[in-house]
Nanobody, 122 residues
């Protein structure tokens, strides 16, 4: 069972940057995907960035492409968020899974963290 814990949220003005961290423990297979999802009040959960731990291949949602960068180092996964916008305000969750279907599908991820709040002020 993979255990993931996020950290690094906070409040920043629009245009600012934050880096989220996720530590993933307990996985013995490199064929694990780590995904960052977010959910704002009253909105559906959205997958924003994903990484394949075996080779570091990233994938980004269109809403964050060019502004967010996902990376990994050993069992850590980072989400560097630049040029933040008020619409990026949400609870951000790190999730892990051995994905057989679409990597953007939350149902593919079996281990979830508690979330870290990101607030972007205008």
């Amino acid at each position: 069972q993979v255990n993931v814990v996020e950290s690094g949220g906070g409040s920043v003005p629009a245009g600012g940057s934050l880096r989220l961290s996720c530590v993933a423990n307990g996985y013995t297979y490199s064929s694990v995907h780590i995904g960052w999802f977010r959910q704002a009040p009253g909105k559906e959960r959205e997958g924003v960035a994903f990484i394949y731990m075996a080779d570091g291949s990233p994938y980004y949602a269109a809403s964050v492409s060019g502004r967010f960068t996902i990376s990994r180092a050993k069992n850590m996964v980072y989400l560097q968020m630049n040029n933040l916008k008020p619409d990026d305000t949400a609870m951000y969750y790190c999730a892990a899974g051995i994905v057989a279907g679409p990597i953007t599908s939350a149902s593919e991820y079996k281990s979830w963290g508690q979330g870290t709040q990101v607030t972007v002020t205008s």
